[in-house]
DNA sequence: AAGTGGTCTAGACCACGTC
DNA sequence: ACGTGGTCTAGACCACTTC
């Protein structure tokens, strides 16, 4: 008679108990957590389940572990933080960066498609940030970019945003985005991507439509990205 | 004095050996591998180091494990390929699976961007398959398949080519596709385009350029996919 | 009941980085 | 020399499937 309706092992319970004081910012970015031992220790468990635990959050790209060194909270610098969400390359090869041109950041009430995208009760207010990208130099990405006001308090102040928001709100606002999810299509371009980034209009734009979650499963970001498709690609590898 | 120049640890080693067995086809897909204990047994290692194995082979999708019944060879199903690379859905939701329109398929001599991208000898040969998929019964998608013809000897012989490809590689050829390198664009559509999959000329389709690696390291396959763009996205999610 | 993968432990040793 | 993560082992027990 063993009904065990819901087993939960155990390095799932420890894997509960490190996020949340990871995502309660016990630890800062780039600082080291205590070695295997002492957590194991602390948690009283093996060593060998605390592995399991540090080594699926590794995985997550929430850690970083070095030989010899110790365990670390991944920092989302920014370089990490383009190459890992950022995608856009030349054709056949190199990745690229993008730098800032313009932008332009608001708050205000969330609308009908926003909640809904993001999961926000009715009266839930939001930042919305739009901007023009440069690749080398040359204006390429129109971006829009609309937040869950209530994880973001005071972004609208902030003068210069970062090249990578991502590392933005991770380092001031205590937001980890661990998932993106993307639906891309291709479109002709219009008379506002003509004056933003060049294209003639009619010419063909990538559009890319992102959905942003953060560790403590949320949604916090939803981003539309057009880009112009000269000599320019989205470079991504399924496994 | 410990040089240890080229240290490769154990699990290293006998992840080569399982590898080369399943590359040989010693299983057929969907046949049980030894249990843990026995290939252990068999190997001169642990359980754990094993495990560690099949682990990391389950991760990659070549074997699958079930708790009680044991560890298989993965079947490329057609659902299952097709869920893993094929990406296209309707927006904000239902992934689609392509059905075939028309197809053609021959032999020929292979030209130098080919070559280039397949890695193949100044001599080499490939097989080139043309079709067209549809999508709820609709003209959608326009394909063009290069594959290196040595390790698909005979395929121009099949005549009615199955939904997905990969099952078929693997099935008849023994060849595994784990990986695959794409990079997506924006363009316009051509005359052909509005022949082969009706859309207007001028307008935007997604363009999907896929190298595929298989098993034992080697690039196989290169695609070109067009894909209209109107009520259609590319759907993926980044972690 | 028997066999499989999944979990968990305790302990040993190794490679790496730092002091 | 010391502490860290990385590897490897041996053994126990658990949950799941099949007979």
Redesign the pocket.
């Known amino acids: 008679m063993?009904e065990?309706p819901g087993?939960r092992?155990?390095?799932?319970q420890v894997y509960e108990i490190v996020v949340r004081r990871v995502v309660q910012g016990e630890w800062r970015p780039g600082e080291?957590?205590?070695?295997?031992?002492?957590l194991a220790r602390e948690l009283?468990?093996?060593?060998?389940?605390i592995?399991?635990v540090?080594?699926a959050l590794t995985a997550e790209k929430v850690l970083v572990?070095?030989?010899?060194?110790?365990?670390f909270i991944a920092e989302n610098t920014q370089e990490r933080a383009q190459f890992r969400f950022f995608r856009m390359a030349r054709p056949g090869g190199k990745r690229l960066s993008p730098t800032l041109g313009s932008e332009n950041v608001r708050v205000r009430a969330a609308r009908a498609p926003e909640r809904e995208r993001l999961e926000l009760a009715r009266e839930a207010r939001v930042v919305e940030i739009s901007r023009v990208r440069l690749l080398d130099g040359v204006p390429a990405i129109r971006e829009l970019i609309v937040l869950a006001a209530d994880l973001f308090a005071g972004i609208e102040k902030i003068t210069e945003l970062p090249n990578s928001l991502y590392s933005l709100y991770q380092a001031k606002f205590g937001v980890t985005i661990v998932t993106t999810h993307e639906e891309l299509s291709a479109q002709l371009a219009t008379a506002d991507d003509h004056r933003q980034i060049g294209v003639d209009i009619g010419s063909p734009v990538l559009v890319i439509d992102r959905l942003a979650v953060c560790l403590p499963e949320r949604k916090v970001e939803w981003r539309l990205s057009r880009v112009r498709s000269d000599n320019l690609v989205y470079a991504i590898t399924l496994t």
Chains 1, 2 share one sequence.
């Open positions: 063993n065990t087993f092992p155990l390095y799932r080291a957590l205590p070695s295997e031992q002492n009283g468990v093996s060593q060998g389940t592995r399991k540090l080594d572990r070095h030989q010899g060194k110790g365990t």
